[in-house]
Antibody, heavy 122, light 107 residues
Framework: EVQLVQSGAEVKKPGESLRISCQGSGYSFTNYWIAWVRQMPGKGLEWMGR????????KYSPSFQGHVTISADRSINTAYLQWSSLQASDTAMYYC???????????????WGQGNLVTVSS | DIQMTQSPSTLSASVGDRVTITCRAS??????LAWYQQKPGNAPKLLIY???SLESGVPSRFSGSVSGTEFTLTISSLQPQDFATYYC?????????FGGGTKVEIK
């Protein structure tokens, strides 16, 4: 069974750093890309970026470029989303999702993690 | 960025109704469009990919179609478990973009 299991909820203060994770199982981790999707409270879905774990190549949305870092450790089938300095506006649910690569933008997201709720408050 | 405009934003319907949700792309995305269902407190779930292909395990009452830059998700006979929010998403161009969502409510 394909699973993407995300790390737990986080409560942080503005200016703090954070790394959340997404561990894949039940499939060949390097055969699929992992994307991160933000959902702010009561709002819609926003694609943040993705990584090809086989080469650690990344692509970011301009809206998130420079504010977050996506990485992966294929030895433990895990992708990461990282902030060096959180802001209150980063409060949101963050989902990881997998897609096949194969052409420039990849394909649809066929499996999703359960989500990481990140709360940033002083 | 490609804008994905969904309509309506909210839809009130009854069990058994035929429901249609529309998503219009600001430019051609060919058929590189997916539909997702999201229930409160849950992650999105893939329903339709490549505009009209039904994801494995998804009931056949869900279908997708395309005409130019206008995409349609149809639920042929609304069931109680279908009350949720639906999102379209294009994966033809970076950045990948989602529609604003359509909430299907009980009438």
């Amino acid at each position: 069974e394909v699973q993407l299991v995300q790390s737990g909820a986080e409560v942080k203060k503005p200016g703090e750093s954070l790394r959340i994770s997404c561990q894949g199982s039940g499939y060949s981790f390097t055969n699929y890309w992992i994307a991160w999707v933000r959902q702010m409270p009561g709002k819609g879905l926003e694609w943040m970026g993705r990584i090809d774990p086989s080469e650690s190549k990344t692509k970011y949305s301009p809206s998130f470029q420079g504010h977050v870092t996506i990485s992966a450790d294929r030895s433990i089938n895990t992708a990461y989303l990282q902030w060096s300095s959180l802001q209150a506006s980063d409060t949101a649910m963050y989902y990881c999702a997998r897609s096949l690569g194969g052409f420039s933008t990849g394909y649809h997201f066929d499996h999703w993690g359960q989500g990481n709720l990140v709360t940033v408050s002083s | 960025d490609i804008q994905m405009t969904q309509s309506p934003s909210t839809l009130s319907a009854s069990v058994g109704d035929r429901v249609t949700i529309t998503c219009r792309a600001s430019q051609s995305v060919n058929s590189w469009l997916a539909w997702y269902q999201q229930k409160p407190g849950n992650a999105p779930k893939l329903l339709i990919y490549q505009a009209s292909s039904l994801e494995s395990g998804v009931p056949s009452r869900f279908s997708g179609s395309v005409s130019g830059t206008e995409f349609t998700l149809t639920i042929s006979s609304l069931q109680p478990q279908d009350f949720a929010t639906y999102y379209c998403q294009q994966y033809s161009y970076y950045p990948l973009t989602f529609g604003g969502g359509t909430k299907v409510e009980i009438k």
